[in-house]
């Protein structure tokens, strides 16, 4: 089946540096991948929307400057979160909906396995 | 204002029972809607998709109602296991891939 890595699983930062987050594909081509945050026993809450080869797509609220994504390649896409303050500690997942079989989008999504950030 | 809410944030079920799990929306029009699977300290596991033209689909134990008029998704699960116990997570479609998720229900089964 699909499946999505991401890595690292945990980091711990200090306030005021940057952390890369890497999402990664890994026996399926993504052209559109998505980054997640969910706070503890809160829901999913869509970030962005990340695409190959173009700009992400910033849902509201979420600043731009500060979640920089970068989807080099149809197997990778990187969130990387500058400036960490600890409002930004947050449990980070990305998806990415594999092309369906007819060439169109499937519609399920696979999610990575997460990432635990912890700014001190 | 847009919500989706599932029925209650925990529920305990005894092993061998059924376990339904509600998931309401107000303000959406979803052409689909997606049930997740999430373990703590892990991303969401993709389960069953049911499509707005759809009134019910099956997998295994597993099977999903969807009714647009009632704006309301019910999520069984029959001949639970303590194996099932996880949060259940429904989610709204309403273009290509965009995904709006639930709070999610904690289901424990007890053995």
């Known amino acids: 089946g699909a499946v999505v890595s991401q890595h690292p699983s945990w980091v711990i930062c200090k306030s005021g540096t940057s952390v890369k987050i890497e999402c990664r594909s890994l026996d399926f081509q993504a052209t559109t991948m998505f980054w997640y945050r969910q706070f503890p026993k809160q829901s999913l809450m869509l970030m962005a929307t990340?695409?190959?080869?173009?700009?992400?797509?910033?849902e509201q609220g979420v600043e731009k400057d500060k979640f920089l994504i970068n989807h080099a390649s149809l197997t990778l896409s990187t969130l990387t979160v500058t400036s960490a303050h600890p409002e930004d500690s947050s449990f980070y997942i990305c998806?990415?909906?594999?092309?369906?079989?007819?060439?169109?989008?499937?519609?399920?999504?696979?999610f990575g396995p997460g990432t635990r950030l912890t700014v001190t | 204002s847009q919500k989706i809410e599932q029925n209650s944030e925990a529920l305990n079920i005894q092993e061998g029972k059924t376990a339904t799990l509600t998931c309401n929306y107000t303000n959406y029009s979803p052409a689909y809607l997606q049930w997740y699977r999430q373990d703590p300290g892990r991303g969401p596991v993709f389960l069953l998709l049911?499509?707005?033209?759809?009134k019910e689909k099956r997998k295994e134990r597993l099977k999903v109602t969807f009714d647009t008029t009632l704006k309301q998704s019910l999520f069984h699960i029959t001949a639970s296991q303590p194996a099932d116990s996880a949060t259940y997570l429904c989610a709204l479609g309403t273009g290509a891939n965009n995904l709006f998720f639930g709070t999610g229900t904690r289901l424990t089964v007890i053995p």
């Open positions: 990340s695409n190959e080869g173009s700009k992400a797509t910033y």
């Open positions: 998806s990415a909906p594999p092309l369906g079989t007819s060439g169109g989008y499937s519609y399920e999504q696979y």
């Open positions: 049911i499509r707005e033209n759809e």
